[in-house]
């Protein structure tokens, strides 16, 4: 919407150059054609052809600029609001974590991408594997479950060190009153006070949630066997045995999408609680992925 805007803007800004410029161009034809201002000085006040055409086309010429210029004001006041409800936009977006961009890799819509394709496409090839190897469902789920939880409970570990680095930098960052000899020093200092504790409120949110979607997107460009070994597996997840890679490929793999869903705002898991496997013990991933209160 707004390129288009801009460019229509655009479009009606070079109309209306090239009008003025024909408008200029009339003119100094009128100031360089002594022979024709003559015969215009010289007509009858019963009327001129020459004097009431040349006339007739300077009014509409002049109609046309301003009715150019009339319409170049209103679009340019039409994309000074787009842009400003694209600020705001943005701005309310960032303060509630609602960003939702088609360019955002780690977005709600491309978690639910991710976690869809490792259900339907990855999954039955790891299950036929898996199979091959004689290790059984239960095996499998166990370590899926306890993956996903690991991974959360280490991202809801992080949010808190980021939550009390905010806290300790807005203690920090007040202001010190100063003593003020005169009546209204108690009025001032409380002013300041005020400030000081105002500013940091104003702006620590915004600057936490954006900071959470900066760790998100860092593990998004993360190895995900790196990622494994170092969270996962040095905070108390047991590495798969010799001989099952396919167990360990399985963990790495929910371990990094559990971080990623886990930073989402709201933060979201599997929908274990709703999810019934029927008849197949190998049924192991639920259908949807729901917002968690980790």
């Not at 000074?80 to 961009?101: C, H, P, Y």
């Not at 299950?127 to 091959?132: A, P």
């Not at 936490?208 to 993360?222: G, P």
Request: charged share 30%; aromatic share 6%; hydrophobic share 30%.
């Amino acid at each position: 919407m707004k390129t288009s805007h801009e460019k229509e803007l655009e479009e009606m800004r070079t109309n209306f150059r090239k009008k003025e410029e024909e408008l200029e161009s009339l003119n100094r034809r009128l100031q360089e054609a002594p022979a024709l201002r003559s015969s215009l000085q010289h007509c009858k006040p019963q009327g001129c052809e020459h004097k009431q055409s040349l006339t007739q086309l300077e009014i509409f010429y002049k109609k046309t600029i301003n009715e150019a210029r009339s319409a170049a004001a209103q679009k340019e006041k039409e994309l000074k609001s787009l842009k400003d409800r694209l600020a705001a936009q943005v701005a309310i977006s960032l303060k509630t974590g609602n960003t939702e961009s088609m360019n955002n890799p780690v977005s709600k819509t491309r978690l639910t991408e991710m976690y869809d394709n490792l259900k339907l496409l990855q999954w039955p090839n790891i299950k036929d594997r898996l199979k091959s190897r004689k290790i059984g469902p239960k095996e499998a789920k166990d370590l899926i479950q306890r993956t996903f939880g690991d991974a959360a409970e280490e991202m809801k570990r992080r949010k808190q060190q980021i939550e009390e680095m905010f806290q300790e930098t807005r203690s920090s960052s007040g202001l010190t009153p100063q003593k003020v000899p005169d009546s209204r020093a108690d009025s001032l200092n409380s002013w300041r006070r005020c400030v000081s504790s105002m500013v940091p409120v104003l702006q620590v949110k915004e600057y936490r949630q954006l900071t959470v979607q900066n760790l998100q997107m860092a593990l998004f460009h993360t190895s995900k066997e790196d990622l494994f070994k170092t969270g996962f597996l040095e905070h108390g997840g047991q590495s798969p045995g010799e001989g099952k890679e396919d167990l360990r490929l399985l963990a790495s793999e929910c371990y990094w999408l559990g971080c990623l869903m886990a930073l989402n705002n709201p933060p979201l898991q599997p929908d274990w609680k709703n999810h019934f496997p029927g008849f197949d013990s190998w049924d192991i991933f639920p259908r949807d992925i729901q917002p968690s209160d980790l």
